[in-house]
Every structure is written in C-alpha cells, then in structure tokens.
C-alpha cells in the first residue's frame, strides 16, 4: 500500500483505484436508504436495516484500497486501546448516487431481469472468465478518495476521471444502536454452500406466483433442499438434490422448516447476481443468514451478509404477513 498523509485533524483516509468496485459491493445492501457506518483497522463496514426483521452488512476490506490510514487517536487523543471506533449514519442512496456519478455503464439492474447482460456476465464467471470486477466488465475505472475528520464531520468523497475531479460532502449522523439480529453459530441447524446464480435462479423462478412468503425445508433425506412460496397467483417449489456437483457442503442433522417474506429475501437478489457462491445457515431459532463470496479485481474476494427474522410458527396459516419475530 502507498502512504497517504493526513491532515492534523483528519481521523480516516483511504483511496481506491475503482469506485465502481465499492459501487457494486455498497449497492448489494441498497435496500434501505440509511446505512450505519463504522470506520475499524480493518476496514469499513456498512449495516443496513429493514423494520428489525432484516439486516444487510458489506464490509469493504483495506485491501480493497490502494491506500488506507486510520489514526483514532486523533480524535480526543485517548489511548490506542482505549479508544472506540467511530459509527455514524449516512444516505446510503446519496453515495451510491455519488460513487456512478461518472457512470457505471449499467443502464439496468442485472439482477431485476434477465437480460443478455446479465447471462454474458454469469456466462463468463461460469466458463471462469473475468471477475464480476474485472474493469472489462465494468469499463476503465476511476480514483476514489475518502476522508473523514472526525466525530459531526462530514464523509468526504474524491471522484478523479479522465482529468475531472468532483468532490461531495456527506452529512453524518448520529448512529441508531441497533442490536444485530443474532444467529446462533454454535446451534446452527443447517449449512448449505452452493452457486449464488443457482440460487437467484430458483428466487427468481418463484416470483412467477407473486408471491409473499417463502418457505425454506432442509433435510438429511429427501426432499433435500426445497423453496417454496405462496401467493395471490398460486405456489411453486425448487428442489435441490444433494449432488456435491450442487450442494458444495450439506451439512442438515434434522428437518428444519422455516417461511420468511419473500420481498425481504428479494432483497438480496443484487448480492445473488455477482457472487461466486453464497453459504445459507439457518439456527435453532429459524434465523436465517445468507452470506455471499463475491470476486474483486485483482483476484480478492469480499464478503456482503444478510440476516432474516423468520415469521412467527403458528398453527393457523390465516395470519397476517407482519407478524415477524421482533
């Protein structure tokens, strides 16, 4: 990495070689129009949140960064250790809008159809093509700079192309605590890794039916691996067999049954569409996290996770949608 010389003042800087990179990682979790952020050594991660039922979190690795310089202990000059590191709320639309604002040529959603750009990108990540990331996918790519001063700061972001430079000022705010929906990694009730298009092709079958609800069944004998959702128009299911071809890792000791909502679940067709795979855990609780592996440029992989609340288990089927696990 290239050292990066900060202002007196100055708590984070860090530059990147391709905005449209974080781009595509930050817009995976653009379901909600806030993001909380929290600047760490490690990297910067972004939490999304939907009514405490669903939780989207892109963390951006330092090396996704040609630079990044953190020094805490500018702000209050209180010991390393001792010292918390800074969270704030951001218009998580504002900077998507500020990371194309050169253009990310994507005129469309490849993940809401599936048009000839979507099948030539999946197609090539299939034969083992260019990453999703790769700048002959997304075209030459553009300087990003990042800076932040401190605690009511504002995020600065340093677009450079072709000789133009723009520079945006987003307002911080002050963090919502909200408590990150727990998954019980000690008490899980399945793991299945797969191909994430195997899976936004079967979410996307079952949109046929319109529907508002979907139900995922796991188990150690057949039917394996099921979705399956209900709506106005009908119900459809996809099964997976227990192929290791198609299942990479299958690991169910008992039948599990768990519905979700299916807008919710949806909401992670963007993260589906550019990862490589996605491991798809579930606790005792009906917890559900979809976690996807995603290529970057240069051969790196990155991680964006997603949490789901699963609807209340009840012995009537008439209730309303709503009534989610708080």
Same mark, same amino acid.
């Given at each position: 990495m290239?050292?990066?010389t900060?202002?007196?003042?100055q708590?984070?800087?860090?530059?990147?070689?391709?905005?449209?990179?974080?781009f595509q990682?930050?817009?995976c979790?653009?379901?909600?129009?806030?993001a909380?952020v929290?600047?760490?050594?490690?990297?910067l991660?972004?939490?999304v949140e939907?009514?405490?039922?669903?939780?989207?979190m892109?963390?951006?690795?330092?090396?996704?960064?040609?630079?990044?310089?953190?020094?805490?202990s500018?702000?209050?000059?209180?010991d390393?250790?001792?010292?918390?590191d800074?969270?704030f709320?951001?218009?998580?639309?504002?900077?998507?809008e500020?990371?194309?604002i050169?253009?990310?040529?994507?005129?469309?959603d490849?993940?809401?159809s599936?048009d000839?750009a979507?099948?030539?990108?999946?197609?090539s990540?299939a034969?083992?093509?260019p990453?999703?990331?790769?700048?002959?996918?997304?075209?030459?790519?553009?300087?990003?700079?990042?800076?932040?001063?401190g605690?009511?700061?504002p995020?600065?972001?340093?677009?450079?192309?072709?000789?133009?430079?723009?520079?945006?000022e987003? /307002?911080?705010? &002050?963090? $919502?605590?909200? *408590? @990150?929906?727990?998954?019980?990694r000690?008490?899980?009730?399945?793991?299945i890794?797969?191909?994430?298009?195997?899976?936004?092709?079967?979410?996307?079958?079952?949109?046929?039916?319109?529907?508002?609800?979907?139900?995922?069944?796991?188990s150690?004998?057949?039917?394996?691996?099921?979705?399956?959702?209900?709506?106005?128009?009908?119900?459809a299911?996809?099964e997976?067999s227990?192929?290791?071809?198609?299942?990479?890792t299958?690991?169910?000791?008992?039948?599990?049954?768990?519905t979700?909502?299916?807008?919710l679940?949806?909401?992670?067709?963007?993260a589906?569409?550019?990862?490589?795979?996605v491991?798809?855990?579930?606790?005792?609780?009906?917890v559900l996290?979809?976690?996807?592996?995603i290529?970057v440029?240069?051969?790196?992989?990155?991680f964006?996770?997603?949490?789901?609340?699963p609807? /209340?288990?009840? &012995?009537g $089927?008439g209730d *309303? @949608?709503?009534?989610n696990?708080e």
């Amino acid at each position: 990495m290239t050292s990066v010389t900060l202002n007196e003042n100055q708590m984070f800087s860090a530059v990147s070689s391709s905005a449209r990179q974080l781009f595509q990682l930050l817009r995976c979790v653009g379901f909600a129009s806030r993001a909380q952020v929290r600047i760490t050594k490690e990297g910067l991660r972004f939490i999304v949140e939907d009514s405490s039922v669903m939780q989207g979190m892109a963390f951006l690795d330092k090396a996704l960064f040609t630079s990044y310089t953190y020094s805490p202990s500018a702000e209050g000059g209180a010991d390393e250790e001792d010292v918390n590191d800074p969270a704030f709320q951001i218009s998580l639309s504002s900077l998507l809008e500020t990371l194309q604002i050169f253009g990310i040529n994507d005129s469309k959603d490849r993940w809401a159809s599936r048009d000839p750009a979507y099948g030539s990108v999946t197609a090539s990540l299939a034969r083992g093509g260019p990453a999703a990331f790769d700048n002959n996918v997304l075209g030459l790519a553009g300087v990003c700079r990042l800076n932040y001063a401190g605690i009511g700061e504002p995020l600065c972001i340093v677009l450079e192309e072709t000789g133009v430079t723009t520079t945006c000022e987003l /307002v911080t705010y &002050e963090p $919502e605590m909200h *408590e @990150e929906i727990p998954l019980q990694r000690d008490a899980l009730a399945q793991k299945i890794i797969m191909r994430a298009s195997w899976l936004y092709d079967a979410i996307t079958e079952l949109s046929s039916t319109s529907p508002t609800r979907l139900t995922i069944a796991a188990s150690p004998t057949a039917p394996y691996f099921t979705l399956s959702s209900t709506g106005p128009l009908g119900s459809a299911t996809v099964e997976f067999s227990k192929d290791p071809q198609l299942l990479e890792t299958f690991q169910v000791p008992r039948r599990t049954v768990n519905t979700y909502k299916y807008s919710l679940i949806r909401g992670a067709s963007r993260a589906m569409s550019i990862a490589t795979k996605v491991s798809i855990r579930g606790d005792e609780q009906g917890v559900l996290s979809l976690q996807f592996m995603i290529e970057v440029d240069g051969g790196g992989v990155s991680f964006v996770d997603f949490r789901f609340v699963p609807f /209340v288990s009840e &012995e009537g $089927e008439g209730d *309303e @949608e709503d009534e989610n696990v708080e």
